[in-house]
């Protein structure tokens, strides 16, 4: 049985164990989940403990880009899944925060994002979504403090697995990551933003793609804004139950020439005026092909100073990753995707 996609109290519900032998399993589960190694079978010699395992994909290739890690994984069907590990020094020692995708490529077709080039190949099993987590745990010391849902993939897209890795990721008897230690980050599906208001997680962090000042701008590089605009995103923002000290993570990527200029800072800080939100600032990185270069520092620190002045709260992403195509939006492997297609056309 597969750990990854369970709970504990799954494992428990379909193995039944007797009581004296919960302990045992916990600790084999607990054990498989973190990518540790299970406790001596002979020191848990219980039917249950052996019918435990973990789907761990093994990792395929790892690059380096300063202190970021990109990993890639393979999975059973041959496709490829990334997940970027970015270390954060802090007082204690180094968090480590995992960016994990929830599908491989992306339907949404974002214009700037490489993952968007790929189109959607499918959805990731909560297995393979956990599995990215623990094969992170198991290669970086169990330092992984937080989990981001911005790798490849919408996770609203992929919202039943993405739920389920949720709940594997912070059982207490496994993992154990606290619900605030975990970010899903959408390009503004609003019926999965209220689907998650809902859930009733209050502690969740949600991170939106914003990226334009405007309904025009945004449905040329953001397609989903034509389907749902900014107005239709920002009430389903407005009716979701934020805790006082909670606020959005608004996400822009700021790309030269076109969502730069000082009336779009104006009308990014009047659409947010009414949200409780933090703008995020992303210099765009540039993805395969890309018909814009990224902006230079100067141009970053002007549009940042531009909403300071408007009184919107920002921060700035520190740019890491670039080299390997590892940064934000250019997660994404183009010519296997190509390659895939065309053997499925020729199969089929
Ligand atoms: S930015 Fe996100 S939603 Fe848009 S194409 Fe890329 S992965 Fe998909």
């Keep these: 049985m597969d750990v990854l996609g369970l709970t504990f109290d799954e494992v428990r519900a379909v193995l039944r164990p007797r009581e004296h032998e919960v302990k045992p399993l916990r600790a084999v589960y607990r054990a498989l989940v973190c990518g540790q190694t299970p406790p001596d079978p002979t020191e848990t010699p219980l039917p249950h403990c052996a019918a435990l395992d973990a789907d761990v994909l093994p990792i395929d290739r790892r690059l380096e880009d300063g ?43 974002c214009t700037f994002c490489e993952t968007g080039q790929l189109g959607l190949l499918r959805n990731l099993t909560a297995s393979e979504i956990v ?83 405007n309904d025009e701008v945004r449905s040329r590089i953001m397609p989903i804004n034509r389907l749902e605009p900014m107005a239709t995103l920002r009430e389903a923002l407005l009716d979701y139950p934020l805790r006082k000290c909670q606020f959005f993570m608004m996400e822009y990527v700021l790309i030269p020439g076109v969502n730069d200029a000082p ?80 053997a499925s056309a020729e199969s089929g």
């Design 67 to 109: 202190d970021l890690t990109k990993f890639v994984q393979r999975t059973h069907d041959g496709l490829e899944i990334e997940s970027v590990v970015v270390p954060m020094q802090r007082t204690h020692g180094i968090w480590r925060t995992l960016c994990v995708s929830s599908q491989v490529g992306c339907a949404r077709g």
């Design 131 to 213: 599995g990215q987590v623990t094969a992170a745990q198991r290669d970086f010391a169990g330092g992984i403090r937080n989990v981001v849902f911005m790798g490849m993939g919408e996770p609203l897209d992929n919202y039943d697995n993405v739920i389920r890795a949720c709940r594997v990721l912070m059982d207490p008897n496994g993992l154990s990551l606290a619900c605030e230690r975990l970010t899903i980050s959408t390009v503004g599906r609003t019926e999965g933003i209220r689907k998650l208001a809902r859930l009733g997680w209050r502690r969740l962090n949600l991170a939106v793609s914003l990226n334009a000042p």
């Design 263 to 342: 009336e779009h800072a104006r009308e990014v800080a009047d659409y947010l005026r009414p949200l409780k939100c933090m703008l995020n600032m992303i210099p765009y990185n540039p993805r395969s092909d890309s018909p814009w270069r990224a902006p230079t520092e100067v141009e970053v620190q002007q549009f940042l100073g531009w909403l300071e002045e408007l009184g919107q709260g920002c921060k700035r992403r520190i740019t890491k990753g670039r080299s390997q195509m590892a940064a934000c939006g250019q997660l994404g492997n183009r010519a296997l995707a190509r390659r895939r297609r065309r």
